[in-house]
């Protein structure tokens, strides 16, 4: 089944509302999960997460990891009031969190400096995916540890059909439209591998981690030989 891309920014006040209002935590959990798992060591320094919507998991990583700053960035204003909302309920948090509300590219972010970068839910929004990886390679320090989970594209409508009652079946009917968008707008295993060649960033993981996400994950490599940008002294 070909993708059908869907709008890039959430930035409809209902629809914000319903994804914010939504019950989240298995699949939110489930990210925090796989970051607990690939990356055991101790986490500290600045971190980014890519659309991070209403902020759900900026805050969870906030909570998880007390060494470390995250910035949530994220172009819909809808979507972003309501993970401003959730931050200010968390007293503790408020110094170590920074929520920015910008489009990808986000020229604002300064080029090198996080130690992790965290998205959710972003890559199959995008109708340019290589925009998630650009903005990876531009803002992770070499060395930094990458976790991205996204949806998988089923195979054929009737595999969409039966995830969406799976999952969605007492949603609100915008959030099942949402859904429904959002697995007809997905990347395959495949076609994610292939924008890793084209990012440079072959070394990632692609892995299958439940019966509808994926995950991209690895460390981001230093400056390789050669690179116009590696010092030499
Ligand atoms: C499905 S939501 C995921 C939110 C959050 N990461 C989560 O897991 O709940 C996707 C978010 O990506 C944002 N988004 C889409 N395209 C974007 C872009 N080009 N730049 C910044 N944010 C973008 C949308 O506005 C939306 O809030």
Known sequence: MERTPEP?????????????EEDFSEANSLFMEQFGKLYPQPVTGRALDLGCGPADITLRFARAYPGCHIDGIDGAE??????????EQEAGLQQRVTLICERL?????????????ISNSLLHHLHDPSLLWQTV??????????LIMDLL?????????????????????????????????????EEVA???RGAGLENLAVTRVSDRHMTISGYLQGPRSGDPFQLNN
């Open 8 to 20: 890039e920014l959430m930035d409809d006040l209902a629809q914000a509302r319903a994804y914010a």
């Open 78 to 87: 809808a979507m972003l009031n309501f993970g401003r909302q959730a931050l």
């Open 105 to 117: 590219p986000a020229p604002s972010l300064t080029p090198g400096q996080y130690q992790h970068i």
């Open 137 to 146: 390679t531009g803002c992770a320090r070499p060395g930094a540890s990458i």
């Open 153 to 189: 594209r089923p195979d054929t409508r009737s595999q969409v059909d039966a995830l969406v009652e799976r999952y969605a079946e007492s949603a609100p009917d915008l959030l099942k439209r949402d859904f429904r968008n959002s697995l007809l707008a997905a990347f395959t295993p």
């Open 194 to 196: 292939q924008q890793l």
